[in-house]
């Protein structure tokens, strides 16, 4: 966990940031310039009993900090969950114990507000629209949450859990699209890096599904940037907001663009799954104001030009 501050004349705002993944790193690095006083706080997730130790040191620094803001300066504490090791094919007792993760700092979060009744209070949860959504073509305001996987309903039950808190804390949720992210040496690759690397390696990518499936796709700094911005410059928007290009496309065509921007055939062997063939796409007209994605196009010559130079900065956190 990362803990942030960001001050302005009128204002002290504190960002603990609980994942540093693709997209909370994106996060962060959109925050670069913005903040100060980052401090790294360990939390084992699956231990909870060491977590409740942990926890203890958090708080005692959160106390701190908003003890030693001056007292006619308003003081906002924004809690930001980009966190979760279980991926779309993740079991029962994984997505559980993400969870309970969940809850518990949506506990300390509830305990802070109690605590320090003055302290504005924020909760923002990136959430998922393929595990909510998956097998619709489509999708909008209008669609069903019908998730078909454990992975689905953890994002489900994550929501509710937060939404349930509205009342007492400014809440947002950003549901974000397939997520493309440069060749990393650290978490999952998405099917672009894994297309990239191998493709620079002469390797064989083994996709499983069908060529055909069509997915939406952004990219992790157009994402991170928005959630950044929104965290330092809150507007009165939609509570549920869903983060994705808005124009499908198919995994074929994927593989024509990486081909076309390394200039070179790919090695690629299709194994049929029907478990993950279903498409995933969203309307346009669900985008927010002020969301502005790149093309596919360009995100894929961003992840080739960064592997080419052996570009480190997917694993860095820039402060």
Known sequence: MLLLEHHEPRLSRIIAIFGLGLIGRSIVNALSGHVSDGRTFPLTWNDPTEQCWQWASIVQELEMRIARTPSHIPTEVHFLWAAGSAGFLATESEVEGEFQNFERVVDQLDALKKRSPKVSVCLSLVSSVGGLFEGQRNINSDSPIVPMRPYGDLKHRQERLALALQNE????????????????????????????????????????????????????????????????????????????????????????????????????????????????????????DGWYPRDLVTSIAMVVHRASVGSLKSDSILL
Do not use: M
Request: glycine share 6%; proline share 4%; charged share 20%.
């Open 169 to 288: 804390v400014s809440v947002r949720i950003y549901r974000v699209s397939t997520v493309i992210g440069p060749v990393s040496s650290r978490g999952r690759q998405g099917l672009v890096a894994k297309l990239v690397r191998n493709g620079l390696n002469h390797s064989e990518t083994v996709i499983f599904g069908t060529l055909y499936t069509l997915r939406d796709y952004v990219w992790c700094e157009d994402v991170g940037r928005y959630i950044a911005e929104a965290i330092l410059k809150p507007q009165t928007k939609e509570c549920l907001q869903t983060l994705a290009a808005g124009k499908p496309t198919s995994i074929s065509e994927v593989i024509a663009h990486v081909e076309s921007a390394l200039n070179r055939r790919l090695y690629v062997r299709n194994v049929p799954l029907k478990s993950n063939a279903s498409d995933i796409t969203v309307s346009s007209r669900v985008l927010p």
